[in-house]
T-cell receptor, first 112, second 115 residues
Framework: DQQVKQNSPSLSVQEGRISILNCDYT??????FLWYKKYPAEGPTFLIS?????DKNEDGRFTVFLNKSAKHLSLHIVPSQPGDSAVYFC???????????FGTGTRLTIIP | DGGITQSPKYLFRKEGQNVTLSCEQN?????MYWYRQDPGQGLRLIYY???????QKGDIAEGYSVSREKKESFPLTVTSAQKNPTAFYLC??????????????FGAGTRLSVL
């Protein structure tokens, strides 16, 4: 069963606009969420995380929003830049557990 | 500088052969992980280790084996029992502080193909 879902396999956004990537989860025990960025043939790079005690976390151009009642989180990138073109993975972990469960990823393409 | 080194970058396996993927970290992290990525899929956990000489199966451990004899090293062996080994393999590590949440950091990966 897919406990972390990224329902959009791909997304194209004009340079300078906002990119919004979405992630849904089903396991109510998840209490920590992360976003990773991945270029082809490279390992994922950590971007930003959020704990379930918060509903928003910001780091520069990146903001993650968490809606616990809807079991939904989103990553906002503004303004979008060509270097943001990559695959973005959402991941989650449960309390007391170091294991991460990953979504299937969303390929973001920024159009110049 | 600190990081996670995976080698080789590309690896080819013949039928019936065991191959070993190397993962070394100099971040002084306690926990290490092995993931497999297939096209269009997320990362799936193969094995993980939170401490030297101890490791646990992940979601897809069948056909794989690991060892953790040193804190810095967590090699993965893909055995002949793994019938579909072609994939991109990723190693990760994190510091482990009980209930505190820690970020996993990844190596550059090894692409394994079957000849």
């Amino acid at each position: 069963d897919q406990q972390v879902k990224q329902n959009s396999p791909s997304l194209s956004v004009q340079e300078g606009r906002i990119s919004i990537l979405n992630c849904d989860y089903t396991n109510s025990m998840f209490d920590y969420f992360l976003w990773y960025k991945k270029y082809p043939a490279e390992g994922p790079t950590f971007l930003i995380s959020i704990s379930s005690i918060k509903d928003k976390n910001e780091d520069g151009r990146f903001t993650v929003f968490l809606n616990k009642s809807a079991k939904h989180l989103s990553l906002h990138i503004v303004p979008s830049q060509p270097g943001d073109s990559a695959v973005y993975f959402c991941a989650a972990s449960a309390q007391g557990n170091e294991k991460l469960t990953f979504g299937t990823g969303t390929r973001l393409t920024i159009i110049p | 500088d600190g990081g996670i080194t995976q080698s080789p970058k590309y690896l080819f396996r013949k039928e019936g052969q065991n191959v070993t993927l190397s993962c070394e970290q100099n971040l002084n992290h306690d926990a290490m992980y092995w993931y497999r990525q297939d096209p269009g899929q997320g990362l799936r956990l193969i094995y993980y280790s939170q401490i030297v000489n101890d490791f646990q199966k992940g979601d897809i451990a069948e056909g794989y084996s690991v060892s953790r004899e040193k804190k810095e090293s967590f090699p993965l062996t893909v055995t002949s029992a793994q019938k579909n080994p072609t994939a991109f393999y990723l190693c990760a590590s994190s510091s482990f502080s009980g209930g505190a949440k820690n970020i996993q950091y990844f190596g550059a990966g090894t692409r394994l193909s079957v000849l």
